[in-house]
């Protein structure tokens, strides 16, 4: 199977894996390659399957498949696994590139020997190149290639240098023009009948430094001067804490503050869309009943899901996403990893709540990254505590208007918001905790743990690369998903609200239903049955409640956040309202996607039941114990 | 020269792997990510209470806990 197909057109194909370690810029090389745009991220886990895309170049076609990062194929996690069984099935490929970080080749050898160990269809590739010189590093790729028998390209993925000669060095190792032959003796290092875990991976890695004290050559000292300086701020224990908290507010206030203007301006634009919509269906007759189904039902939850979330998304995934490339991140597990080791878990849980942030059902994918099952699984069912990108916008609406509403200026208000989001996060945090502590002690498993995280290099972000990327990628992504959530809950909600059976709407029977349940809870129907109705998608909890509210008043389109607190102060919202619906937008079940994503990864029905019960009954508890605190602070006073 | 654990070597101070405790239940993870005999490796950045540490090897930060470290045999 080593022989290229040849196509109707006449153009080979040539199938190519990417391997390597974790941080050495796979992905950015795949993005590079293909011109797809894959998301990427400065930490160790950041790609947890396969992903796969084409390009035509040198008169033939490449389909690439992207591996996710692994150290070594010989152990056993299961990102390892999936790279190992790739590269294993030779069939797959007709040439293997392995992505080495050129800064720190000897660690990089490790998997190239194992790699080799495999298949000599490869060609070694270091990433990065263009740093060499900064930090005083040189390689003779010569030598290199002489030692391991084949090719070596240097590449700068994100300069964009090298590339064309990485392609035509993996078309001639896949038509055979390129010959790589066998420097290793498989029985020398890695005959397993002989050698134990220990007695390989210790010449694999004797191997690795012989052939890098022959190749490198480092004048200076590889800790550069500057990641040292940023490491004694971000690692040590005094200001570590402080200095990761300061940047998540300066996150969330650009976020608050930033998201008062565009919203504005789509409120606008939004009305002016309706009136045109308005006119067109007078021009054509419609219907009133299905004019108002489109328009008021459809319609009026779409913009209000894009006016409320496209603002803050457009600027947390970004801002977000410059965080990743800067490799912080994993500096923060390590400083968590102490508090998270008293509740029976480990940092590496906070990058997973991070992504998070993001999206849930991404988050409960990267939970990957967490080795130890019993962990890994109280990071999937708690990681809907963290409010996702569907939920941020509507909790950070709720504090603006009803805690911060004495705050007219915009400055301020932002300022004033971020505090109190900060307080709420932190609190969301401790709950994860306290959760995640319950259930390390009934889930069984072996209790001892483990941290072992590489903190990477600093890198520069490359700020408006990623920012496009993210925007065009992230918030293109959620928007989209969110709306194709609101056209039919739009729909279902207004027939909800008109379809009336003994003279009052369904929505209203509903609502009055849970009327008793949520007054315990400080809430009224409307919202706890949005609640349960938002489980397709969080961003639709506020258009339903909206909805659900004008059914007996009329619901204008999206202006401002102080036209938003009018609509809910006369439907009888006071701060007690507002405090328990942020509870209870807080503590959500996960939504449609994240429990699929929870069920495909734990494999358990049982896990995801509690993962959605387990939120849910945090939220009508604490609900239920602020109801009742601030009932006795009442007849107190 | 004298043989010692991981968790105990002090922050800035070389030392040479010399092997892993076969009780380290991490003990695989650890070769993967470059702890192997004859690795050279120091802590520089720790926490309070020596909870986790930070080492350089092989060009590169790691992070990992004193119940991993204590694992480590080196010598300096």
Redesign the interface.
Known sequence: MRKPKFTNNDKKEIRVALAGNPNVGKTTLFNQLTGMKQHTGNWAGKTVSLSQGEFVADNAIFSITDLPGA??L????PE?KIAKDYIEEKKNYTCVIIVADA??L??NL?LTLQILNITYNAVLCLNFSDELKKKGISIDTDELSLQLGIPVVMVSASKKKGIDKLISTVKNISDGTLKTYKTLKRKDMFDDKVYD??QI??K???ES?RIANLCVKSSKD??ADFDRKL??LL???ITGIPAMILVFAVVFWLTAFGANYPGELLGWFFGWIKTLILQFFEFLKVNDVVKSLIVDGIYVTVSWVVTVMLPPAIIFFPLFAVLEETGIL?RF???L??IF?KSGSN?KQALTMLMGFGCNACGVMGCRII?NKRERLCAIVTNSFIPCNGRLPTLIALISIFFCNTMYDPFFNSLCTTGILLLILMFAVLMTLVVTKLLSHSING?S??????????YRKPQIIKVTLLSIKEKVLYVLSRAIAVAVPAGALIWLLANINISGSSLLCQINNFLEPLASVLGVDGVILSAVFLSFPANEILMPIILMSYASSSSLTEYSTLSELGTLLTQNGWIKLTAFCTILLCLFHFPCSTTCISIKRETGSTFWTFVSVLIPLATGFALCFIINLISAFVISFS | MHNDTLQNLKIGTEATII??DRNC??????????F????VITP??????K??T?Y?I????????T??SRYINIIL
């Open positions: 150290y070594s010989l152990s056993d996690s390892e800064t720190v000897e660690r490790n875990y220990a991976s210790a694999v890695s004797e430094r590889t800790y490491d004694k690692l040590s224990p994993p597990a390590f400083n990893d102490k080791a940092g080795n072996y001892e743990n483990g941290f072992i995280l590489e903190l990477p290099p | 092997g892993i239940r991490n003990k695989l993870r650890l070769f993967d990510m470059g192997t005999k004859g690795s520089l950045w720790q926490s309070k209470n909870h986790i930070a350089r092989k060009g590169t930060l790691i992070g990992l806990r119940e991993e």
